[in-house]
């Protein structure tokens, strides 16, 4: 064999293994990614959060938000939008992470009016309302009255369950998973146990059509 013909025939070797190389190191880390996502599933879903969409769906946002935020109030109707658009494939799951300074007071209430079933419509009054009750990048719960007042909300269970310790617990927990699941700010965004691989609705949009079409 000429020197030409074998340089030819090393270099077509070591592609081949770099090709085969990159190939299982893909893979691996594809298994990797999918045993941390299911890993992170029991720090992320939680029967009592607020949930949304078909609970069977195969497509399972989880979303850690503040009320206070407004990249969350900007954020909330993109992602109905999304789940509009893939009617009974996409579940949202919400849990609280007041970082806010005055926001864990609000968020209380918020689990309150959960357990009247109205936590989506206190949520979307709060989120239009925004500017009127955070002041300066903080939470004042003593001006949320007159935004949840045309809820027709029972407003003394309303308070009696925002001081309920039960609730205290819940959002005690889900800070301590936002802890676990490295959650600094918010929205941050879980998709199947998956993190965004960085901020940004096209992202989201992204792992969402991942999962969807894994789904198939």
């Given at each position: 064999m000429n020197p030409k013909t074998l340089f030819v025939s090393v270099?077509?070797?070591?592609?081949?293994?770099?090709?085969?190389?990159?190939?299982?190191?893909?893979?691996?880390?594809?298994?990797?990614?999918?045993?941390?996502?299911?890993?992170?599933?029991?720090?992320?879903?939680?029967?009592?959060?607020?949930?949304?969409?078909?609970?069977?769906?195969?497509?399972?946002?989880?979303?850690?938000?503040?009320?206070?935020?407004?990249?969350?109030?900007?954020?909330?109707?993109?992602?109905?939008?999304?789940?509009?658009?893939?009617?009974?494939?996409?579940?949202?799951?919400?849990?609280?992470?007041?970082?806010?300074?005055?926001?864990?007071?609000?968020?209380?209430?918020?689990?309150?009016?959960?357990?009247?079933?109205?936590?989506?419509?206190?949520?979307?009054?709060?989120?239009?309302?925004?500017?009127?009750?955070?002041?300066?990048?903080t939470s004042h719960v003593e001006l949320i009255g007159p935004v949840l007042e045309p809820l027709n909300l029972d407003m003394a269970r309303l308070q009696n369950d925002a001081n309920a310790p039960e609730v205290a617990t819940i959002i005690a927990r889900d800070l301590l998973d936002a802890k676990t699941m490295n959650v600094t700010m918010t929205p941050e965004f879980f998709v199947n146990g998956k993190p965004l691989p960085s901020f940004g609705f096209e992202q989201l949009k992204a792992l969402v059509d991942e999962a969807l079409a894994s789904a198939k």
């Open positions: 270099a077509a070797l070591l592609v081949l293994a770099f090709a085969g190389g990159s190939y299982f190191y893909k893979q691996q880390q594809a298994e990797t990614a999918a045993q941390l996502a299911q890993q992170n599933m029991a720090a992320l879903v939680r029967a009592d959060a607020p949930s949304f969409g078909n609970p069977n769906a195969p497509v399972h946002i989880v979303e850690f938000f503040d009320p206070a935020c407004g990249t969350c109030r900007e954020f909330y109707p993109l992602v109905k939008a999304l789940m509009a658009a893939n009617p009974d494939k996409i579940r949202l799951s919400l849990r609280y992470a007041p970082f806010h300074p005055g926001s864990e007071a609000v968020v209380k209430v918020l689990e309150a009016a959960h357990r009247q079933g109205q936590f989506e419509p206190a949520l979307q009054a709060l989120f239009a309302a925004q500017n009127a009750w955070v002041i300066n990048h």
